[in-house]
């Protein structure tokens, strides 16, 4: 079986599996429908949110704001992973703030942000931010400081200036790793809508699921929590994809092998 067929049949395999336990379980009473709706009475109940309730539109809120968080996280985390790699001062300074962060919970600096910000969709987004930021300054540092020293100083011998080795070189080979911590910060993005939906306010799944809460209407919260998984796994998905597509080749990643050949010839301006 080859890698592409591995990737797409093993997480079918559990998901089957997964269903069929559950489905079994229901079956057999063990647990009431009170508790755990079965597997079929879920997809019904999923199939009429989708196509005749306010599922799409809650979704779109939800997602909307996660783009524009992990959007608003892409921006202040590549550049500042990128000096907190090249820049020891930096480092020093900044490092032990970002490691702070994570002791803080999200769903204790949401009430905060309202206050900041006010309601509406901008906390959300900054909150999805907050949640996104981490993974990717990680990895954006790890990536940069793996860089082969041996292709980077053959592109300073060359003649290059900073900006093109870091647009012709660094860039190139640090995108696989920077791109990895993207991808599990958009995932990620998805929990900071629902916390800031939670607490803040204002329309999307977090609502959704506050809704279905108190009317103990546990097919709904079943449902809810469907599309939740739903939109993460079609994020990483399409993230993934992206990442192949710009990293990957049959014989070695493409932005290894352009990095390779153009730090063995002259740059371009």
């Not at 905060?112 to 949640?131: N, R, S």
């Not at 860089?147 to 011998?157: H, K, N, Y």
């Not at 990620?188 to 977090?206: K, N």
Request: net charge neutral; charged share 10%.
């Amino acid at each position: 079986m080859n890698t592409t067929s591995a990737r797409i049949s093993a997480p079918i395999s559990v998901a089957v599996a997964v269903l069929a336990v559950w489905w079994a379980v229901t079956a057999a009473g063990l647990i009431s429908p009170q508790f755990l709706p079965a597997p079929g009475q879920l997809a019904e109940r999923f199939w009429l949110d989708v196509t005749q309730g306010p599922m799409l539109s809650h979704a779109w809120v939800t997602l909307s704001a996660a783009l524009l968080g992990s959007l608003l996280a892409i921006l202040v985390a590549v550049p500042l992973g990128y000096l907190i790699a090249r820049l020891p001062w930096v480092d020093v300074a900044i490092t032990p703030y970002v490691a702070a962060s994570q002791a803080v919970p999200a769903i204790a600096l949401a009430p905060l942000l309202v206050l900041w910000i006010g309601y509406g969709l901008a906390p959300t987004v900054v909150l999805c931010a907050i949640m996104s930021f981490f993974p990717m300054i990680v990895t954006t540092v790890l990536g940069v400081r793996q860089l082969p020293q041996d292709v980077i100083e053959a592109g300073r011998i060359d003649g290059a200036n900073w900006y093109q080795l870091l647009w012709w070189v660094e860039a190139p080979l640090a995108l696989p790793s920077v791109l990895a911590g993207i991808r599990a910060g958009v995932t990620l993005s998805i929990t900071g809508a629902v916390v800031g939906e939670f607490t803040m306010g204002g329309r999307g799944l977090g609502m959704l699921l506050t809704l279905n809460r108190d009317a103990n209407d546990i097919p709904g919260i079943f449902s809810t929590l469907l599309m939740l998984v739903v939109l993460a796994v079609a994020l990483y998905i399409l993230m993934r994809l992206f990442q192949n597509a710009v990293t990957w080749n049959d014989d070695e990643p493409k932005t290894k092998r352009r990095a390779r050949v153009l730090a063995d010839e002259p740059l371009p301006a």
